[in-house]
């Protein structure tokens, strides 16, 4: 029998810890505390458990099974995006419906987590006599920078042999460089615009946009009229302000915004069907000209791919236009063979024609490695073992933890292809048979790699 299935008989603890973990609203843009709240709560799990732990200045931490050898790691956090109002169910906690868990973070990154947690358990439970050091490693600000892991590897030893089950199976070796630029700009002549507003945050297509408008009676009709004929969805209120229009579109992570539908450019590309560019601003003007309804980079001059980690894309993420000024936020993930200060200088380019400052939010590389690293062996055994098949070497437009692991580490899991998590959209979820089948791939890689 493979010593990932030992799991199983762990399911129903699993589940109900995993229950008390979702409650804990640890969302990393909107509560800090909540975050450290997560941490402390697997930490004291993880001590309940007989492991050693340790936590490095409430931003990351640990637990700890052995001592010696190669130091060997998991790494996934405990911070999840907001959950806006379109669930079907509570997003903070566990829902079991027709096959499937639901719950913020039940796929992004918090299942996964508690997962590594278990294992460890496991493997001290049941006396194994390891080679190596194994660490479970949490953090708690991956969706908003990631400088957990930098506090945390500012103090801590960089693992010899590493994963983070934070993306899809087979084993993710690519990921594309992360560019999340902000627009700036003085208020405009926006003379029909009084305000424009959407998006939450900076790595999601945003699903609501909103605008406030003065404009004749013929130009509301004339909205209304060319609204119909598009495939968006917007609703028209009259308020003392002017007239309100609010568009709603589909959520989707960044990484592959071309499965979604972006608001924010929809009620832009609406208003800019009856109005002049002028009039809407300079913010408006450029993401009309510059970008479109595009997910491809190609009005940007940016249209590119590679064989290693495929095309690129670009995601138009917030914005908001008020009485004080212009702002929105884009997010470029680009091929690992590329660069990405050409990128940047080729948005500051396009953004002077608008008289539009960019700022550089973060920037985080690209990451590829080849398949002779001990780790990737380790992973592939581990998966055929448990799955009767070779895992599919891919790449990734997601930004995971693997970039910070000193090109010792690679994404593995936790989420099966042909499985709709919804990561960072409504009804995050994830097949519950698939769940623990994950569980078995990451007990049995632990296992191999604490007694490699």
């Given at each position: 029998?493979?010593?990932?299935?030992?799991?199983?008989?762990?399911?129903?603890?699993l589940?109900?810890?995993?229950?008390?973990?979702?409650?804990?609203?640890s969302?990393?843009?909107?509560?800090?505390?909540?975050?450290?709240?997560a941490?402390?709560?697997i930490?004291?799990?993880?001590?309940s458990?007989?492991l050693?732990?340790?936590?490095?200045?409430?931003?990351?931490?640990?637990?700890?099974?052995?001592?010696g050898?190669l130091?060997?790691?998991?790494?996934?956090?405990?911070?999840?995006?907001?959950?806006?109002?379109?669930?079907?169910?509570?997003?903070f906690?566990?829902?079991?419906?027709?096959?499937?868990l639901?719950?913020?973070?039940?796929?992004?990154?918090?299942?996964a987590?508690?997962?590594?947690?278990?294992?460890?358990?496991?493997l001290?439970?049941?006396?194994?006599?390891?080679?190596?050091?194994?660490?479970?490693?949490?953090?708690?600000?991956?969706?908003?920078?990631?400088?957990d892991?930098?506090?945390?590897?500012?103090?801590?030893?960089?693992?010899?042999?590493?994963?983070t089950?934070?993306?899809?199976?087979?084993?993710?070796?690519?990921?594309?460089?992360?560019l999340?630029?902000?627009?700036?700009?003085?208020?405009?002549?926006c003379?029909?615009?009084?305000e424009l507003?959407?998006?939450?945050?900076?790595?999601?297509?945003?699903?609501?946009?909103?605008a406030?408008?003065?404009?004749?009676?013929?130009?509301?009709?004339?909205?209304?009229?060319?609204a119909?004929?598009?495939?968006?969805?917007?609703?028209?209120?009259?308020?003392?302000?002017?007239?309100?229009?609010k568009a709603?579109?589909r959520?989707?992570?960044?990484?592959?915004?071309q499965?979604?539908?972006?608001?924010?450019?929809?009620?832009?590309?609406?208003?800019s069907s009856?109005?002049?560019?002028?009039?809407?601003?300079?913010?408006?003007?450029?993401?009309s000209?510059?970008?479109?309804?595009e997910?491809d980079?190609?009005?940007?001059?940016?249209?590119?791919?590679?064989?290693?980690?495929?095309?690129?894309?670009?995601c138009?993420?917030?914005?908001?236009?008020?009485?004080?000024g212009?702002?929105?936020t884009?997010?470029?993930?680009?091929?690992?063979?590329?660069?990405?200060?050409?990128l940047i200088?080729?948005?500051?380019?396009?953004a002077?024609?608008?008289?539009i400052?960019?700022?550089?939010l973060?920037?985080?590389?690209?990451?590829?490695?080849?398949?002779?690293r001990?780790?990737?062996?380790?992973?592939?055994?581990?998966?055929?073992e448990?799955m009767?098949?070779?895992?599919?070497?891919?790449?990734?437009?997601?930004?995971?933890?693997?970039?910070?692991?000193?090109?010792?580490?690679?994404?593995?899991g936790?989420?099966?292809?042909?499985?709709?998590?919804?990561?960072?959209?409504?009804?995050?979820?994830?097949?519950?048979?698939?769940?623990?089948?994950?569980?078995?791939?990451?007990?049995e890689?632990?296992?191999?790699m604490?007694?490699?």
């Open positions: 029998m493979s010593f990932g299935n030992i799991i199983l008989d762990y399911k129903d603890e589940l109900k810890d995993l229950d008390e973990l979702l409650r804990i609203k969302v990393s843009s909107e509560s800090p505390d909540k975050c450290v709240e941490l402390n709560w930490l004291n799990k993880a001590e458990f007989g050693v732990t340790k936590n490095i200045d409430n931003k990351a931490g640990h637990a700890q099974l052995g001592e050898g130091l060997c790691a998991t790494l996934t956090h405990l911070d999840v995006v907001p959950a806006s109002s379109g669930w079907d169910f509570n997003p906690e566990l829902t079991k419906h027709e096959g499937r639901y719950g913020r973070g039940i796929a992004d990154d918090k299942g987590a508690l997962v590594t947690l278990y294992c460890l358990r496991i001290k439970e049941k006396g194994i006599e390891g080679k190596n050091t194994l660490r479970a490693i949490f953090g708690t600000d991956e969706e908003v920078g990631m400088t892991v930098a506090a945390y590897f500012a103090k801590e030893a960089m693992p010899d042999m590493s994963f089950p934070d993306a899809d199976y087979g084993i993710c070796r690519a990921e594309k460089g992360i999340q630029l902000e627009l700036t700009c003085p208020r405009g002549n003379a029909v615009l009084t507003k959407g998006g939450t945050v900076v790595n999601a297509v945003a699903d609501t946009a909103s406030v408008i003065n404009c004749s009676e013929s130009d509301d009709h004339q909205l209304m009229r060319l119909d004929a598009r495939d968006g969805e917007f609703d028209f209120m009259y308020t003392p302000d002017g007239m309100l229009i709603k579109g959520a989707a992570h960044a990484c592959e915004p499965s979604g539908h972006n608001a924010i450019l929809d009620l832009i590309d609406l208003l009856n109005f002049s560019l002028s009039s809407l601003g300079n913010v408006c003007s450029f993401l000209t510059h970008i479109r309804m997910s980079g190609t009005s940007l001059g940016m249209k590119m791919r590679d064989s290693q980690s495929g095309a690129l894309t670009v138009v993420s917030t914005i908001d236009i008020n009485e004080n212009e702002r929105a884009i997010d470029i993930r680009y091929p690992v063979t590329f660069g990405g200060k050409e200088r080729r948005v500051k380019k396009a002077d024609l608008e008289n400052e960019v700022n550089v973060s920037h985080a590389k690209p990451l590829y490695l080849d398949d002779t001990p780790v990737i062996s380790i992973l592939k055994e581990s998966y055929s448990i009767g098949e070779e895992p599919e070497m891919y790449a990734t437009g997601g930004g995971t933890y693997a970039r910070k692991l000193g090109g010792n580490g690679v994404a593995f936790p989420v099966f292809k042909g499985d709709p998590s919804n990561l960072h959209t409504d009804n995050e979820g994830i097949n519950e048979e698939n769940f623990m089948k994950h569980a078995q791939i990451c007990l890689a632990m296992y191999r604490f007694t490699a």
